[in-house]
Nanobody, 126 residues
């Protein structure tokens, strides 16, 4: 059973930056696609970013492209989400997810992911 623990959330002013981390345990980290999703109050969960097992392919939602960067360190079993130029619309609970695949298809769909973290709150003030 894979366990995912997010950290790095918090309160930041608009225009600021945060880096989220997600530490994985209990599985073969390098076999998983890793993703970040978010859910704002009253809204459905949405895709933010994903990265393949090797880090060679990344995916981003249009709303974060150019501002967020996903990366991973397989030696540390950790995936990161660097978030720059934050705005109040980025306020949400951010979830880390793992998908047991090395596929490059379907990595933006939350129902394809097998394991989820508990989430970390990101609040951006205007």
């Amino acid at each position: 059973q894979v366990q995912l623990v997010e950290s790095g959330g918090g309160l930041v002013q608009a225009g600021g930056s945060l880096r989220l981390s997600c530490a994985a345990s209990g599985g073969t980290f390098e076999s998983y696609v890793m993703g970040w999703f978010r859910q704002a109050p009253g809204k459905e969960r949405e895709f933010v970013a994903a990265i393949t097992w090797s880090g060679s392919t990344t995916y981003y939602a249009d709303s974060v492209k150019g501002r967020f960067t996903i990366s991973r360190d397989n030696a540390k079993n950790t995936v990161y989400l660097q978030m720059n130029s934050l705005n109040p619309e980025d306020t949400a609970v951010y979830y880390c997810a793992a998908r047991r695949t090395r596929s490059t298809i379907g990595n933006m769909r939350d129902r394809n992911y097998d394991y989820w973290g508990q989430g970390t709150q990101v609040t951006v003030s205007s």
